[in-house]
């Protein structure tokens, strides 16, 4: 069974850093593009940033781009987004995203950054 677990998120100042982790099982994590998405209370789901297979090609909003990075280790299954110069703004549950089948969502993980 497919499953995706965050962890990393917490309280941060703005200006601040985190990182963020998801650890994936129950499918071939080599093979699949794995994204990130985040929810601010009151609005959409939206996309953060992606990163391709083996090329290990990334995409990004343009609201993180050139502040978040995202990484894969295929070796430990899981994906990472490095979040750096933290905004208020930034404040959302963080979720893991998988494509592989119907696609696959994780828990999520709670990022609140304090002006």
């Known amino acids: 069974q497919v499953q995706l677990v965050e962890s990393g998120g917490g309280l941060v100042q703005s200006g601040g850093s985190l990182r963020l982790s998801c650890v994936a099982s129950?499918?071939?994590?080599?093979?699949?593009?794995m994204s990130w998405y985040r929810q601010a209370p009151g609005k959409e789901r939206e996309f953060v940033a992606l990163?391709?297979?083996?090329?290990?090609?990334?995409t990004y909003a343009d609201s993180v781009k050139g502040r978040f990075t995202i990484s894969r280790d295929n070796a430990k299954n899981t994906v990472y987004l490095q979040m750096n110069s933290l905004k208020p703004e930034d404040t959302a549950v963080y979720y893991c995203?998988?494509?592989?089948?119907?696609?696959?969502w994780g828990q999520g993980t709670q990022v609140t950054v304090s002006s």
């Open positions: 995203r998988t494509n592989f089948a119907r696609g696959y």
């Open positions: 129950g499918f071939t994590f080599s093979g699949n593009v």
């Open positions: 990163i391709t297979t083996t090329s290990g090609g990334t």
